[in-house]
């Protein structure tokens, strides 16, 4: 894996939406509700309050994130879902497939390298899906 920095230490009080998710979910879900419901692929998916969200409107969701502690409060809260700590930097699309759709909330400003970021983002998504 591609050196993170310290954003892999990003804490997590527990796995509830925060304050952003007043805004950033109604206008992912108006976009995601225009497409069939599929397999979705949560690109830092955090404490997963988003991925449960969106598996409970019927997506079937995987997710990954770099914080330990992210992933930590996923796992405790929604120990069903498939949420483990990954990267963009890593070979996702080998280990997890390809999605239908793919959400990324509030991860392209703490990339490093913004061209592997978009070329992972591309490479999980099955011809024709859509990134939000």
């Not at 950033?24 to 397999?39: C, Q």
């Not at 914080?67 to 280990?95: C, N, V, W």
């Amino acid at each position: 894996m591609k050196e993170t920095g310290n954003i892999g230490g990003y804490a997590y009080d527990d796995a509830r939406f925060n304050a952003s998710h007043a805004y950033l979910m109604p206008a992912v879900t108006t976009e995601l509700g225009k497409l069939t419901s599929g397999t979705l692929f949560d690109l830092g998916c955090g404490n997963g309050s988003v991925s449960k969200a969106y598996a409970d409107l019927g997506w079937d969701v995987t997710g990954v994130d770099v914080s330990e502690d992210g992933i930590a409060q996923a796992k405790a809260t929604y120990p069903d879902m498939r949420l483990e700590f990954g990267s963009a930097y890593d070979d996702l699309a080998a280990k997890y497939g390809t999605f239908d759709a793919l959400i990324s909330l509030e991860v392209v400003e703490h990339v490093y390298d913004p061209r592997l970021y978009a070329r992972t983002v591309a490479s999980l998504l099955n011809p024709g899906g859509t990134a939000i």
